[in-house]
């Protein structure tokens, strides 16, 4: 299913304050998800989603949070939990290959509906998961993966479910950012070459998606330098309610294809 979407000229036709707010939107993004653990790539997801077709937005957005990963697990290296994080990336890896098909094969619309409530879901399901204050063994750990796996290959911002898996299996702090971005990224290279075998993925995304991530890699930095002394309970409700109301919107479109 090869794309004919031109994203190079795309963002070539793109004006100076235009541009700008991109890459702010990126740096901004890579800071919210250094600090709190998850939500870049639904932040910048949103953003471009007006301009880009639905099927080509979990392939673009998956360059940036390669970056992004990447770079916050440099930062984070020494509280990488090596064990449970290969552990849970082992499992996910099919059921994330399956996401990726399903991404590929259905329709747009049916896209926009499971964007539009995957997201919803995403944040009512982090909130009882909190609420009930999970706890969970190896088992349980592996049941999260299968579950992280399906749905990182069809929806934005899966990483909330990463995070609650490895916090109620008892890794704190430190531990949960690193392993979660040694997963991610992990994740997100099987994802690449998924795309790519797919045809949702092309050079031009690949380097568009390059551009932007690199911005991220300042973005880490700055995160680690901040996580220490600023809360992440607001960085969370602005994700949230920036991620319903996106979540509404691709609902809308959805109905209206």
């Known amino acids: 299913?090869?794309?004919?979407?031109?994203?190079?000229?795309?963002?070539?036709?793109?004006?100076f304050?235009?541009?700008?707010?991109?890459?702010?939107?990126?740096?901004?993004?890579?800071v919210v998800s250094g600090i709190s653990g998850y939500g870049g790539g639904m932040t910048l997801g949103l953003?471009?989603?007006?301009?880009?077709?639905?099927?080509?937005?979990?392939?673009?957005?998956?360059?940036?949070?390669?970056?992004?990963?990447l770079s916050r697990m440099?930062?984070?290296?020494k509280?990488?939990?090596?064990?449970?994080?290969?552990?849970?990336?082992?499992?996910?890896?099919?059921?994330?290959?399956?996401?990726?098909n399903f991404y590929a094969a259905v329709s747009e619309k049916t896209l926009y509906f499971c964007l539009g409530f995957g997201l919803a879901f995403i944040v009512i399901l982090r909130r009882i998961f909190k609420k009930i204050n999970l706890n969970i063994g190896w088992f349980g750990l592996a049941i999260m993966a299968i579950f992280?796996?399906?749905?990182?290959?069809?929806?934005?911002?899966?990483?909330?479910v990463l995070l609650t898996a490895l916090a109620a299996n008892g890794l704190i702090g430190g531990q949960i950012i690193g392993t979660d971005a040694f997963v991610t990224l992990i994740n997100c290279i099987i994802r690449l070459i998924s795309f790519w075998n797919l045809g949702l993925l092309n050079l031009d995304a690949l380097y568009v998606g390059s551009m932007i991530?690199?911005?991220?890699?300042?973005?880490?930095?700055?995160?680690?330098?901040?996580?220490?002394?600023?809360?992440?309970?607001?960085?969370?409700?602005?994700?949230?309610?920036?991620?319903?109301i996106g979540g509404v919107i691709m609902?809308?479109?959805?109905?209206?294809?």
């Open 1 to 15: 299913m090869e794309s004919n979407f031109d994203i190079a000229a795309l963002f070539a036709s793109l004006g």
């Open 251 to 257: 609902i809308y479109r959805a109905l209206t294809f």
């Open 148 to 160: 992280y796996g399906t749905i990182s290959g069809v929806i934005l911002g899966p990483g909330s």
């Open 213 to 244: 991530g690199i911005v991220s890699i300042f973005g880490s930095y700055t995160a680690k330098k901040i996580a220490d002394k600023l809360g992440v309970n607001m960085h969370t409700i602005i994700i949230e309610v920036c991620v319903v």
């Open 47 to 69: 953003l471009v989603s007006p301009f880009v077709p639905i099927k080509l937005l979990v392939p673009l957005m998956s360059v940036f949070v390669l970056f992004s990963n």
């Open 17 to 30: 304050l235009e541009l700008s707010i991109l890459i702010l939107t990126a740096f901004f993004a890579s």
């Open 79 to 100: 509280n990488i939990f090596w064990k449970k994080g290969i552990y849970f990336a082992i499992i996910s890896t099919p059921f994330l290959i399956a996401g990726t």
């Open 74 to 77: 440099y930062y984070y290296r």
